[in-house]
């Protein structure tokens, strides 16, 4: 059974991400710091959302924060989403990607430590990345796929 207290205590994190998706078919990817967790790995930017905020100004926040580059929430669509329990706090993480094809300024790593790439299909499940982020990614390689053949096409 279940008692309104624990309807009431959430204990889901909601995290954004953002595919920055290249019009050659690459997305960019993030290394994280090593002192953060899953540090050392490759991830989409992004970060946690901070109460009072919505998804999107989440996702817009973070990314002017640390690729220093400028979105419109009107851009975004969804890509996937993922969950995972994690054992270390008790919190389950709700990991939402969004994807956009439109920027503004040069996307750069901002955080100390930390290091951007772009990535093509063929090289992102290769790329060492927290758990979460590996169906993600397969569900961004068809995108980039349909990039490429679209900028090849004559
Ligand atoms: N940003 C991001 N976080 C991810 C990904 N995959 C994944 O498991 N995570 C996890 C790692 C962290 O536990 C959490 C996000 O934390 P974060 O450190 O990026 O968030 P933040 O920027 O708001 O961090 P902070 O202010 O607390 O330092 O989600 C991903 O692709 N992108």
């Not at 624990?6 to 090593?34: C, D, F, K, W, Y």
């Not at 009107?74 to 890509?79: E, I, K, Y």
Request: proline share 8%; glycine share 8%.
């Amino acid at each position: 059974m279940v008692r309104a207290d624990m309807e009431n205590s959430s204990t889901v994190r909601i995290v954004v991400a953002l595919a920055l998706l290249h019009p050659s078919g690459q997305v960019l990817m993030q290394h994280r710091p090593r002192n953060k967790a899953h540090g050392g790995l490759w991830e989409f930017p992004g970060g946690k959302v901070e109460p009072h905020e919505t998804c999107e100004s989440a996702i817009v926040r973070e990314i002017d924060e640390e690729l220093g580059v400028v979105i419109e929430a009107a851009d975004l669509f969804p890509v996937s989403f993922a969950t995972e329990a994690l054992v270390d706090n008790g919190q389950s993480i709700l990991l939402l990607l969004y994807g956009t094809r439109n920027w503004q300024g040069v996307a750069q790593a901002m955080e100390a430590g930390s290091e951007v790439r772009w990535t093509g299909p063929d090289e992102l499940l290769q790329l060492p990345m927290p758990p979460l982020d590996v169906p993600l990614a397969r569900a961004v390689i068809p995108l980039l796929e349909g990039l490429a053949k679209a900028t090849t096409a004559p």
